[in-house]
T-cell receptor, first 113, second 113 residues
Framework: QQQVKQSPQSLIVQKGGISIINCAYENTAFDYFPWYQQFPGKGPALLIAIRPDVSEKKEGRFTISFNKSAKQFSLHIMDSQPGDSATYFC????????????FGSGTQLTVLP | DAGITQSPRHKVTETGTPVTLRCHQTENHRYMYWYRQDPGHGLRLIHYSYGVKDTDKGEVSDGYSVSRSKTEDFLLTLESATSSQTSVYFCARSGTNSSYGYTFGSGTRLTVV
């Protein structure tokens, strides 16, 4: 059972453009929604995270938008740069679950120079 | 990687042989996890630990066992390796009590031939 669905599978954006990756979840008990960035040969690294009590969180060029009623959240990368080219994973977890994260299937982002 | 190391980084093994992957953290974080990463599937939880000798199964635990005899070490064993277990394996630890963010190791690429 895929509890977190991520789209698109791959994304190509021009330098300076906006990259948007979407995720949808099924379990309404989820209360923590992080995004991870992974470069080839490396482990995923936490990029930004949000809790459902806010609808948006911004850190630099990265913004999470959260829609609790639709059970969706998205990552926006403003002014995308070639250095942002990586695989991005959304994830979700719920309280009292030993903090287990359920991950989406990943989006491979390529930013063209 | 930020106090969490995995060994070996690469391993090739034969079908039917047992294999043990090691994860070591330099801090006393309570929660540790083993995930496998496969194209199109994102990261899937194999097993996790919430303390010394306290472990539980994740989504894809069949064919795997774990042990945690010390806070800093979390071992993943493939009891009898199969080709379907060819994958990249990541260990992670959770953050502090106030943070759910994971820190991942650099991964072990396992090939079962």
């Amino acid at each position: 059972q895929q509890q977190v669905k991520q789209s698109p599978q791959s994304l190509i954006v021009q330098k300076g453009g906006i990259s948007i990756i979407n995720c949808a979840y099924e379990n309404t008990a989820f209360d923590y929604f992080p995004w991870y960035q992974q470069f080839p040969g490396k482990g995923p690294a936490l990029l930004i995270a949000i809790r459902p009590d806010v609808s948006e969180k911004k850190e630099g060029r990265f913004t999470i938008s959260f829609n609790k009623s639709a059970k969706q959240f998205s990552l926006h990368i403003m002014d995308s740069q070639p250095g942002d080219s990586a695989t991005y994973f959304c994830a979700a977890s719920k309280s009292g679950s030993a903090r287990q994260l359920t991950f989406g299937s990943g989006t491979q982002l390529t930013v063209l120079p | 990687d930020a106090g969490i190391t995995q060994s070996p980084r690469h391993k090739v093994t034969e079908t039917g042989t047992p294999v043990t992957l090691r994860c070591h953290q330099t801090e006393n974080h309570r929660y540790m996890y083993w995930y496998r990463q496969d194209p199109g599937h994102g990261l899937r939880l194999i097993h996790y630990s919430y303390g010394v000798k306290d472990t539980d199964k994740g989504e894809v635990s069949d064919g795997y066992s774990v042990s945690r005899s010390k806070t800093e070490d979390f071992l993943l064993t493939l009891e009898s390796a199969t080709s379907s277990q060819t994958s990249v394996y990541f260990c992670a630890r959770s953050g502090t009590n106030s943070s759910y963010g994971y820190t991942f190791g650099s991964g072990t690429r396992l090939t079962v031939v």
